[in-house]
């Protein structure tokens, strides 16, 4: 806020450092600060720990080498599209875990999850990302939203893979309301085969980094596995 002072001669003067105004109100000292600006505390999420249900798409455990089309999942719910299709190490390894999220379900689909945040609040929104094996670029195209802001728009050529080729990504993202939509949309062509997603991650920016589900010693790092 800003200050009033006086000098040796009794006058007053304003600090022009501290951001509002003032005027002298004659003889009788009298100082009056106009529109000061007063600062407020800065919003505090308290919460340490991953925030999203079910990022690695573990649950629900299907057998190995197997696959299945759902209307839904533990924590995810279904935006678009025929179903939430998860494989477990069907056409490709997972980046986490045994299991992935196909995004391209026989035909494109998209999923959120709904987490409550607080406005103002900086949060890291991670998540792996792969190419299907075999499958071109056209099919292998994907959208992150935080909110209603597009964080990633991503593509990646696949025909010439053997298994996955996952990046993994890092996002600093600004909360504006008290819950925020995570989104991850197929943009690409349809079809039944398509992005792949594993190891979506949102956390308060500066709490422990997530432990990954296949191995809980081991920390998920804004370069991927440690």
Same mark, same amino acid.
């Given at each position: 806020?800003?200050?009033?002072? !006086?000098?040796? *001669?009794?006058?007053? +003067?304003? *600090?022009?450092?501290?951001?509002?105004?003032?005027?002298?109100?004659?003889?009788?000292?009298?100082?009056?600060?106009?529109?000061?600006?007063?600062?407020?505390?800065?919003?505090?999420?308290?919460?340490?720990?991953?925030?999203?249900?079910?990022?690695?798409?573990?649950?629900?455990?299907? *057998?190995?080498?197997?696959?299945?089309?759902?209307?839904?999942?533990?924590? !995810? *719910?279904?935006?678009?599209?025929?179903?939430?299709?998860?494989?477990?190490?069907?056409?490709?390894?997972?980046?986490?875990?045994?299991?992935?999220?196909?995004?391209?379900?026989?035909?494109?689909?998209?999923? +959120?999850?709904? %987490?409550?945040?607080?406005?103002?609040?900086? /949060?890291?929104?991670?998540? $792996?990302?792969? $190419?299907?094996?075999?499958?071109?670029?056209? +099919?292998?195209?994907?959208? %992150?939203?935080?909110?209603?802001?597009? %964080?990633? +728009?991503?593509? &990646?050529?696949?025909?010439?893979? &053997?298994?996955?080729? !996952?990046?993994?990504?890092?996002?600093?993202?600004? &909360?504006?309301?008290?819950?925020?939509?995570?989104?991850?949309?197929?943009?690409?062509?349809?079809?039944?085969?398509?992005?792949?997603?594993?190891?979506?991650?949102?956390?308060?920016?500066?709490?422990?980094?997530?432990?990954?589900? $296949?191995?809980?010693? !081991?920390?998920?790092?804004?370069?991927?596995? /440690?």
């Amino acid at each position: 806020p800003g200050g009033c002072f !006086w000098d040796q *001669n009794g006058k007053s +003067y304003f *600090n022009q450092n501290l951001n509002s105004t003032a005027s002298w109100g004659g003889t009788g000292g009298i100082c009056r600060i106009e529109n000061p600006e007063i600062p407020s505390n800065p919003p505090v999420d308290n919460r340490v720990g991953e925030l999203l249900e079910n990022g690695s798409f573990e649950f629900p455990m299907l *057998n190995t080498h197997s696959w299945q089309p759902l209307d839904s999942i533990p924590g !995810w *719910n279904l935006a678009f599209g025929p179903a939430i299709e998860i494989q477990n190490r069907v056409a490709g390894s997972p980046f986490d875990g045994e299991q992935l999220l196909e995004l391209n379900s026989h035909a494109p689909s998209g999923i +959120y999850q709904d %987490v409550e945040t607080v406005p103002g609040v900086q /949060y890291k929104l991670r998540f $792996a990302f792969s $190419a299907r094996p075999g499958v071109a670029m056209a +099919y292998n195209e994907m959208q %992150v939203l935080f909110g209603d802001t597009e %964080v990633a +728009y991503l593509s &990646a050529e696949g025909t010439s893979l &053997a298994d996955t080729a !996952w990046q993994y990504f890092t996002f600093r993202v600004t &909360a504006e309301s008290t819950v925020t939509r995570i989104a991850i949309n197929q943009t690409g062509l349809g079809g039944s085969l398509g992005s792949y997603v594993d190891a979506v991650s949102l956390m308060v920016d500066g709490s422990p980094e997530p432990r990954c589900a $296949a191995n809980p010693d !081991w920390l998920m790092m804004d370069s991927g596995f /440690y």
